[in-house]
């Protein structure tokens, strides 16, 4: 059975850090694609940023890019998020997902239909 654990969620004032973690279990997922997602209330899932199997390519979304920063520790099956500078409109449930091994084109990385498995996401709130 294939698990994914987010944690780190909580509440933060605009300006501040946190930092997600996505444990993965049941399976090893050292050689593939992971991401991040969210959502707020009333809209609709949105690509926060991925990492390649290896590590080596990174992809954000515009409206995080030079805050967030996604990593991976391959040797504890963990992918991290590490949000700083946060805003209200970030809040949001954030989900860590898992896909193929190779992802051909940074558009596949963006799009949510490439991934397989999906953790159940932990709440982060930034207040104003």
Do not use: H
Request: charged share 15%; hydrophobic share 35%; aromatic share 12%.
């Amino acid at each position: 059975q294939v698990q994914l654990v987010e944690s780190g969620g909580g509440l933060v004032q605009a300006g501040g850090s946190l930092r997600l973690s996505c444990a993965a279990s049941g399976r090893t997922f050292i050689s593939y694609a992971m991401a991040w997602f969210r959502q707020a209330p009333g809209k609709e899932r949105e690509f926060v940023a991925a990492i390649s199997w290896s590590g080596g390519s990174t992809y954000y979304a515009d409206s995080v890019k030079g805050r967030f920063t996604i990593s991976r520790d391959g040797a504890k099956n963990t992918v991290y998020l590490q949000m700083n500078s946060l805003k209200p409109e970030d809040t949001a449930v954030y989900y860590c997902a898992v896909g193929p091994r190779i992802i051909a084109t940074p558009s596949k990385f963006r799009a949510g239909d490439t991934y397989n498995y999906w953790g159940q996401g932990t709440q982060v709130t930034v207040s104003s």
